[in-house]
């Protein structure tokens, strides 16, 4: 064995735990940081070939880079509506101000006052599905057909009237009408721009268990937009005719369900309800465990508005990490897979939680303390070998 040799040893052993200190250093800087995963240094040995017998040549070490990104972090509370945590695989798809995707476990986002965008501490954009036109349909393997997630956009909406209900009880005694109304009362539903039109319901009692119901314009008297013919079995159940269709003057077709009706002894006692509402100024945003974002309003109601995936790799380990608690695919990791929460195996979305780092201080800091301790036996060893090779040197002298 040369002494060069060991000197050489010596040195690869130092970097080698330099790069180890590098690591530690790193990984107790993010212990706070929300989403981090941590890093560590895995050692191999690189051996050289001895040919005489007895002679040893001594070779060195060399170091791997890994991250623990597969490993779930802690999640902890928080008191922000769009502080968000996955619980399980996967990752939030995010775009930096470029444009360029980017895959994060880091869910700390707030709304962008310029843009309305929901935006991490990294500065990255949420990206997700816009439910406008219903229910996404993604490209698996693909994520260009992600657009922001900003409910701010939805600004002053109103809802017009889709479904509404009508139920209670018709009285048993009621006496088959000769031509008046039995019963009359009225439901508010909204049109197309907000506008609240009332109609008139009129409930007639044509036979011993049928009555007639009809819906009408109240600003337009004598002009009928549905009616239905109800009827009930022997319980005082509806056996017939339990909805009605309408369209609402200058807004959309609605339902109407009838079928909790009754027809029992005693009084006649009815209540309405229908969906839709006036104008109305989005206020806040609520997020459901499948990833379902809602716009809620000023009124109290609220309406879903965008649906954020989840991505997943083959070998989450294996990603690239950029700036930003960041990460991109690589060769290895294989290729992005879309889809929602709850699905293959992806996690859930928690909405008020953060993901902490997961950075075991104590471990890192019984790593530094190691480190350091076999780096100076390496710096030992350097010295030694050289020392050695001095003697050597003063022999020719």
């Not at 002494?3 to 040893?9: A, N, Q």
């Not at 996955?86 to 310029?114: E, H, M, Q």
């Not at 439901?187 to 268990?209: E, H, P, R, S, W």
């Not at 294996?318 to 992005?336: C, H, K, Q």
Request: avoid cysteine; charge should be negative; proline fraction near 4%.
């Amino acid at each position: 064995m040369s002494l060069i040799g060991v000197l050489r040893t010596g040195v690869s052993g130092m970097n080698a735990q330099s790069n180890r200190i590098s690591t530690v250093a790193e990984n107790i800087q993010n212990a706070s940081t929300t989403g981090y995963k941590r890093t560590s240094t895995e050692f191999s040995s690189l051996l050289v070939e001895s040919n005489a017998v007895g002679d040893y040549n001594s070779g060195a070490v060399e170091t791997t880079i890994r991250r623990s990104v597969g490993q779930d972090g802690p999640i902890a509370s928080t008191t922000s509506d769009s502080d968000l945590a996955i619980s399980g695989n996967g990752f939030f798809v995010v775009k930096d101000a470029g444009g360029a995707p980017f895959l994060t476990r880091a869910g700390n986002f707030v709304v962008d006052g310029p843009t309305g965008n929901l935006v991490n501490a990294g500065g990255f954009t949420l990206q997700g599905y816009s439910l406008a036109n219903g229910e996404p349909n993604p490209v698996l393997n693909g994520i260009a057909d992600l657009q922001p997630i900003n409910v701010s956009s939805l600004g002053q909406q109103a809802r017009p009237t889709l479904n509404g209900t009508i139920d209670g009880n018709l009285s048993f005694e009621t006496p088959v009408s000769t031509g008046a109304v039995s019963k009359k009362s009225s439901l508010k539903v909204f049109d197309n721009v907000g506008q609240a039109k009332i109609l008139d319901v009129t409930m007639t009692k044509t036979g011993a268990t049928t009555w007639t119901v009809s819906f009408a314009d109240q600003a337009a008297p004598g002009t009928t937009l549905a009616s239905t013919t109800l009827t009930f079995d022997a319980n005082g159940k509806v056996a017939s005719g339990g909805s009605a269709t309408l369209t609402v003057p200058n807004g959309r077709a609605m339902t109407i369900d009838l079928s909790a009706m009754t027809q029992l002894s005693g009084n006649t006692a009815l209540s309405g309800t229908a969906d839709g509402s006036a104008p109305t100024a989005v206020t806040g945003t609520a997020f459901g465990s499948d990833g379902t974002v809602y716009a809620t309003f000023a009124d109290g109601t609220r309406k879903a508005a965008f649906k954020v995936p989840l991505a997943n790799v083959a070998s989450p380990d294996n990603l690239s990490p950029r700036a930003g608690n960041v990460f991109i695919p690589s060769n290895d990791s294989g290729d992005i897979q879309v889809g929602f929460a709850g699905e293959n195996g992806r996690g859930a979305i928690k909405s008020r939680a953060l993901e902490q780092s997961n950075v075991d201080v104590s471990t890192e800091l019984t790593t530094m303390i190691e480190s350091q301790t076999v780096y100076t036996a390496n710096s030992k060893v350097f010295m030694t070998g050289n020392e050695m090779l001095e003697t050597l040197m003063n022999l020719k002298r």
